[in-house]
């Protein structure tokens, strides 16, 4: 009776002295870069393009440190390689170029990377030496339309993902059986990033953080790069096809190597990407592997992984025959094992 007495009580006051409902808690976190960290995507950028370096003090000095560190990695082709985010991290962590070269300065003499080589710390010391010089004037005459330019994607994000947050997060976890994220994923958005302009670094807590060029493209093309990235955070779960996926092909051909078994079900992901924006939000979407060409230089992407996929997602099969028919595409009929496919480096892109 007293419960009842109670319910009756809360139905009969006002709304405004109710209290008030927590907010749901939202499935993507934006994070606006620093001034430091866009710094550092845009110098990246250039120095990954044959474009002439802009007259700016210390920017000439980056390039060519970014440039080393490059041909340190053994990737100078592919600036988003997984190996450079030991460098990139570091950005994170700091607020200032001078914070940024203390912390260079405090790293052992040399790093040993998790995918890389050994990198020396004294190139990373030249870098953050040369954006102590580059700092102010970056600040004074880039950072103030690169700000717009990632308030711009911060309120495409808020406008035409969030509200259907659920949904594109729904769909993923129907056609992947990748769990609904736990926490936000942290999505960092720049300004300028060299290609892919998408990358998802594992931060220290395990958990994805991912990073987005408001320069990546435009329009649903966009969207699905962050859609895109916003599944390699979820993939460090391993709970999802993707890995049951990565296993299989690994069963086919032991001798098969981690990375290109991953780029396969890389090609999944865009492939994946591409149809939940296409159902959610965008219905004239077109896959940026498709329009991008990175479909053709995945293993078997284009005329394998992606058609596979695409076939469950469309409700043709199921998606352990989506599985079958990819690891299937693998088998030679030769001695020999999984015939050769190019190779593209596991970066969050």
Known sequence: MRQLLFALLLALLPASILPAAEPPSPMIEIHPASPLVDMHFWVRKLASS??????????????????????????????????????????????TAAEFSKAAAALPETLTLPMGPPLPRAGIVRLAESYVLLEKPFLEQVWPWHQKMIERA????RVDLLPAAGEVFGDLQRFLGSPLPVQPVQLHLVAEAPRPGGVTFVAGTGNGLCLVGADAAVGS???????HESIHALDLTGESALDVLRQRLGT?????????AWNVSHAVMFAQAAGTVRRVLAPHHRDYGEVSGVYSRLPKGAEVVAPAWQAWMRGEISRDAAIDRIVDGFRTKEKGGPQAAPVLPPNGG
Do not use: Y
């Open 50 to 95: 044959k474009g002439e370096v802009p007259a700016m003090p210390g920017l000439a000095t980056a390039v060519e440190a970014i440039r080393e560190l490059d041909s340190q990695l053994g990737r100078p082709s592919l600036p988003l390689a997984p190996a450079w985010g030991a460098v990139d991290l570091l950005l994170f962590r700091v607020s």
């Open 154 to 157: 911060a309120e495409t994000v």
């Open 221 to 227: 093309q966009w969207l699905e790069i962050v859609v």
């Open 252 to 260: 086919l051909d032991p001798r098969l190597p981690a990375r290109e």
